[in-house]
């Protein structure tokens, strides 16, 4: 995905991980800050350790768009069936954005779609991604998301933590193995596997990102 010019506009990228979220965005033309409460070092744009919570309720209104994925592990289906907790941040997140009163969008798996108002589904066959990795993008502060076409899923899908037969769609979750070819159907080149198995495709941001830029959102004064 071949970067474009420079946009103005700036996106805050919240709980940003190694940054799939954040190169869709770059490749539409924004500049985006990444942050997260541990450190990033394959993050391969502006990078603040913090806690995302706290940064946005302090600095979200300085950015024209806010998105945020918080950890999905609590809603995920591997990690329910081996019974871990974890904190459940989609309500504070989504109460900090409101507050910014700057458009923003956030991201969880199927789990948390109890949780989540009025969100889009983006999946890899939308964008001709060898895998179909369903993500749901929560639209706020006045944003909308167009749902692509939905392609039936025709290609099988390889068993969970197995290698990719050819002919297959990859699962890429969990202790997966084929991490170079993750890389190349998610266009993650600098992703190992620990980013890969959490991150979003790029190709999803960008989508939203094309979005944004034909809203032309105004920075602030």
């Known amino acids: 995905m071949a970067a474009t010019l420079s946009n103005g506009l700036r996106v805050l990228d919240l709980y940003c991980c190694q940054g799939g979220a954040a190169a869709g965005y770059a490749a539409a033309g924004f500049e985006v800050t990444g942050v997260d409460i541990a450190p ?92 179909y990795r369903h993500r749901y993008f929560e639209p706020g502060g006045g944003l909308t998301i167009a749902q692509p076409g939905h392609p039936a899923h025709t290609a099988p899908q390889a068993k969970m933590g197995r290698p990719v037969p050819p002919g297959h769609y990859g699962q890429f979750v969990g202790n997966f193995s084929g991490v170079s070819l993750a890389r190349q159907v998610m266009s993650v080149t600098w992703m190992n596997r620990d980013g890969i198995r959490e991150c979003i495709p790029p190709a999803y941001t960008h989508h939203i990102a094309r979005t944004l830029a034909t809203a032309r959102l105004e920075v602030a004064a």
């Open 40 to 131: 990033q070092p394959r993050y391969p744009y502006r990078f603040i350790q913090a806690d995302a919570i706290a940064f946005a309720r302090e600095h979200g209104a300085e950015f024209d768009f806010i998105h945020a994925s918080p950890p999905c592990q609590l809603d995920s289906d591997c990690q329910r069936l081996q019974g871990n907790t974890h904190p459940d941040l989609i309500a504070p997140t989504r109460t900090a954005l409101e507050a910014t009163g700057r458009p923003f969008v956030i991201e969880n798996v199927r789990g948390a779609l109890p949780k989540l108002r009025n969100p889009t589904l983006l999946c890899g066959a939308m964008f001709s991604l060898r895998t």
